[in-house]
Each structure stands twice: as structure tokens, then as C-alpha cells.
């Protein structure tokens, strides 16, 4: 029977935890009930003590209730859950994470689920899921359901969401094992939408000569995940972890973080498209192509439109400018640039 582990704050959560496990156990999926409350004592019996939970991290639970300070609290807890739950990971108990809360809950529960591989089930039930969650999610593949009401009571709505939420868990845990098949060296590649035929030529080619390649958008967010997934193994040290038209802070891997011998980076060139530059963006790509070059091609922004201000436009190898784009100027002032040039052509 698979287990799923509930990190819940029991001084103000116990009577919705103890609903999830008894929906859980409806699913035939067994619970390990872990408290990271600190304020009040728990309102339902966990299998995991919050002393046992500060232990782990050698913090004195008595001194935070104590101390009465809900921040200090919630990161030290959280903190501390993440090494318990990943401890649960490495002993076999744990085979997906789930947690129902506000934004103290969801930051400790959250923590614990990042320490989790990529793959392991993770679902936060929560009051924040409709804001800006990156600091939750991070890299990790945590779903994040809206709470609707607040995670206070079992009521008439709250009943319903967090009875969808056991039974998604329960679905994840119990679904069959995926089947890879052979398993082949990965390679890491991001791109951006104007280098998706360079990044998809390299990705058929190296398919070809039996690698797996996995292709990450270079948002930044699509670089963490791919730090991530080196550091928990996907990407092996030795193995290559290409980079392709990222830029630094949007998918490339930074060295100073996983060591210069830890993967190995390969920056790749790509086309300028026509009417593009490449920011002068330091650490990052060093190869944008000059606007003329022959190998220069129509791109989506072939056309002249910038989706957003450029701070530096030039040819990166070449340090000149590359394209000029003048400030946009109201009616009045360009019939006033317009009258001095007449004037000046006038004089000779």
C-alpha cells in the first residue's frame, strides 16, 4: 500500500488533516502525519511529533512556542521538515507529499516538497495558489490547488476541495510506473521562440546518435528547473549539458554553483534574426550575429517590433552598434527635429 506523507500545522489544522487521511484511507492510500505547528499544541495526532520534526534540524521547539514569533517559527519549521520528509523519501515511506493551508503552512509544506525529487507527487492545497507562487514552486513540479475558501473548518466548500485533492494524491500515487525504456545520456538544451529551429536541428541530430535531450524554455524559470534536474541526477556529472541561445539568469547553468567540472556547458551560436540584437548581457551568450550577415534570418521580429526596450544593441564581436532604435517621440516633437533639419539643411 502506498503511503503519503501530510505536512500539517496541528495547532490550527488538525481537524482538516485528519479529513484528508480518512479521505486517503477511502482511496486505500495509507498516511504519515507530520506536525510542523509550533504556536499551540496539536489538535490532532500525528504520527510525527514536532519534536521529533526540530530534532532533525536540532531546534528547540519549546523555545519557539516561547518566543511566540510566527516567522521565526515558520522558517526554522520549514526548514526542518524538509530534511524529515526527505528523509522518509530515502527510508521508502514516502511516495507523494500533500498539505492544505494558508501561506505560513504552505511555505514549510512546500520546502519539504522541493527537497523531493522530480517525479515524487506533490500537491499544496492553499489559500496563496492565485498569486505569485514562484517563491513555493521554485524549479520543482509542486501542483498547487486554489483553496477557494480559506483552509478553516471542513465546510460545504472546503469538504469538496480538499476531498478532490486526497483522491488526485491517491490517483498519483497508485498510478502504474512510467516506462522509459532504454535509458539514454541526457543532454540539457534551452532556447527561446526565435531559436526553436536551431535548438530542434541540434536536438534531431544528437536523437540520432542516441542521446535524450531535454529542451527547457529560457524564461529563467526554465533554467532553475534545469539546475534542478542536475542536481538531482537526471543530468549526469560527465554527461553534456548543452546551453542553446539562453543567457545568463535564463537557462544557462551558472558554474560558480555546481563547479566547473560538474557538467559540462556548451554555448552554442545562433543566427541574428533580422531586425533582433543580442543584449549585452553579461555572463551570458557572447555571439550574437550581425544584422547583415549572410547567415542572418527572418525572424518574428524581422519586422521591427521590440517587445521590450533594449539597454544595449550591438554586434558582440565586433563592439560596434549594431541597430539604433531613437526614443518614440510625440507629433510636436518630431515636427520640431523636423523644422531643424530644415533649418540646418538651409544653411548649407
Known amino acids: 500500500m502506498k503511503t503519503v506523507v501530510l505536512v500539517g500545522t496541528l495547532d490550527t489544522k488538525g481537524a482538516e488533516y485528519q479529513y484528508l487521511r480518512d479521505r486517503l484511507k477511502l482511496s486505500g492510500v495509507k498516511s504519515l502525519l507530520v506536525d510542523v505547528g509550533t504556536l499551540e499544541p496539536p489538535t490532532a495526532e500525528p504520527d510525527v511529533s514536532r519534536y521529533e520534526v526540530g530534532a532533525a534540524a536540532g531546534v528547540d521547539v519549546d523555545a519557539l512556542t516561547a518566543a511566540r514569533d510566527r516567522g521565526q517559527a515558520v522558517s526554522v519549521m520549514a526548514d526542518a521538515a524538509a530534511i524529515v520528509v526527505k528523509g522518509l523519501f530515502a527510508e521508502g515511506r514516502c511516495d507523494g507529499v500533500l498539505a492544505a493551508g494558508g501561506s505560513g503552512n504552505t511555505a514549510i509544506a512546500t520546502k519539504a516538497m522541493r527537497a523531493l525529487p522530480v517525479g515524487v507527487p506533490k500537491l ?44 488526485a494524491m491517491a490517483g498519483m500515487v497508485n498510478a502504474p510506473p512510467v516506462e522509459l525504456g532504454e535509458q539514454r545520456p541526457l543532454i540539457a538544451a534551452t532556447m527561446f521562440g526565435v531559436t526553436t529551429p536551431s535548438v530542434t536541428a541540434a536536438r534531431e541530430e544528437l536523437e540520432r546518435r542516441g542521446y535524450e535531450v531535454l529542451t527547457f524554455h529560457a524564461t529563467g524559470t526554465g533554467g532553475r528547473a534545469m539546475e534542478a534536474l542536475v542536481e538531482s541526477g537526471f543530468v549526469q556529472a560527465g554527461r553534456a549539458a548543452s546551453s542553446v541561445g539562453g543567457r545568463a539568469g535564463h537557462g544557462q547553468l551558472r558554474r560558480a554553483r555546481h563547479g566547473a567540472s560538474a557538467v559540462r556547458v556548451t554555448q552554442s551560436l545562433r543566427p541574428q534574426p533580422v531586425g533582433d540584437a543580442h543584449e549585452d548581457d553579461p555572463g551570458g551568450v557572447r555571439g550574437a550575429r550581425p544584422a547583415d550577415s549572410k547567415e542572418a534570418v527572418g525572424g518574428p521580429r524581422a519586422r521591427g517590433a521590440f517587445h521590450s526596450p533594449p539597454r544595449r544593441l550591438c554586434d558582440l564581436r565586433r563592439g560596434r552598434p549594431l541597430l539604433r532604435r531613437g526614443r518614440r517621440q510625440s507629433p510636436v516633437q518630431r515636427a520640431a527635429r523636423e523644422h531643424g533639419q530644415e533649418r540646418r539643411d538651409a544653411r548649407g
Open 124 to 167: 499544496m492545497v492553499s489559500t496563496m495558489a492565485a498569486g505569485n507562487t514562484r517563491d513555493y514552486i521554485g524549479a520543482s513540479d509542486i501542483a498547487l490547488m486554489a483553496s477557494v475558501t480559506d483552509v478553516a473548518g471542513i465546510n460545504s466548500i472546503s469538504g469538496r476541495i480538499l476531498a478532490n485533492a486526497a483522491a
